[in-house]
């Protein structure tokens, strides 16, 4: 039973473009969602988080919307840049964050210079 | 340097043999969380400790088991090991909602 899904399994944008990268998840009692981007060999590192009372959030190029009625939220980074690239998991948890983080699948966002 | 400390960070074993990874949270932190990350799997949470107790268990197998010690350092112990099992394991300590994570051990099973 996959709660949090990210469709996309790969992503490819022109630097300086705006890179979109969605989420979807089933369960309605997660309150809670976290960004985290991931180099290879390294740890995932925290991005930008929402809690389930905003619609938007954002941290310099970095703003996450959520659709609470959708269960979907997204990931906008603009302009995007070449040290963007890396892989990038959506992750969700009830109770604001005081349970355990559900990851999705994760999207490799590669910036094409 | 995420303050959260992995060790070994890579291993290479044989099938049926027995491994201990080990984490070492953010000084202060608690909660400590286990992640596996198989090829191109996302993260599949394993089982979370608090304080040297177990609070939550998610799909980890029964060869493998956690303990956190009351220096609040944990371990992760796999046993009978399996081709299947080689994965990248994440540790992760929180304080509050999010997760500060550790830069894995790479198990390779044989």
């Known amino acids: 039973d996959q709660q949090v899904k990210q469709n996309s399994p790969s992503l490819s944008v022109q630097e300086g473009r705006i890179s979109i990268l969605n989420c979807d998840y089933t369960?309605?009692?997660?309150?809670?969602f976290l960004w985290y981007k991931k180099y290879p060999a390294e740890g995932p590192t925290f991005l930008i988080s929402?809690?389930?009372?905003?619609d938007k959030n954002e941290d310099g190029r970095f703003t996450v919307f959520l659709n609470k009625s959708a269960k979907h939220l997204s990931l906008h980074i603009v302009p995007s840049q070449p040290g963007d690239s890396a892989v990038y998991f959506c992750?969700?948890?009830?109770?604001?964050?005081?349970?355990?983080?559900?990851f999705g699948q994760g999207t490799r966002l590669t910036i094409n210079p | 340097d995420s303050g959260v400390t992995q060790t070994p960070k890579h291993l290479i074993t044989a099938t049926g043999q027995r491994v201990t990874l080990r984490c070492s949270p953010r000084?202060?932190?608690?909660?400590v969380y286990w992640y596996q990350q198989s090829l191109d799997q996302g993260l599949q949470f394993l089982i979370h400790?608090?304080?040297?107790?177990?609070?939550a268990k998610g799909n980890i197998l029964e060869r493998f088991s956690a303990q956190q010690f009351p220096d609040l350092h944990s371990e992760l112990n796999l046993s009978s090991l399996e081709l299947g099992d080689s994965a990248l394991y994440f540790c992760?300590?929180?304080?509050?909602?999010?997760?500060?994570f550790g830069s894995g051990t790479r198990l390779t099973v044989v």
């Open positions: 992760a300590s929180s304080v509050g909602g999010g997760y500060t």
């Open positions: 369960n309605s009692m997660f309150d809670y």
């Open positions: 929402i809690s389930s009372i905003k």
């Open positions: 992750a969700a948890s009830a109770l604001t964050g005081a349970q355990k983080l559900v």
């Open positions: 000084s202060g932190d608690l909660s």
């Open positions: 400790y608090y304080n040297g107790e177990e609070r």
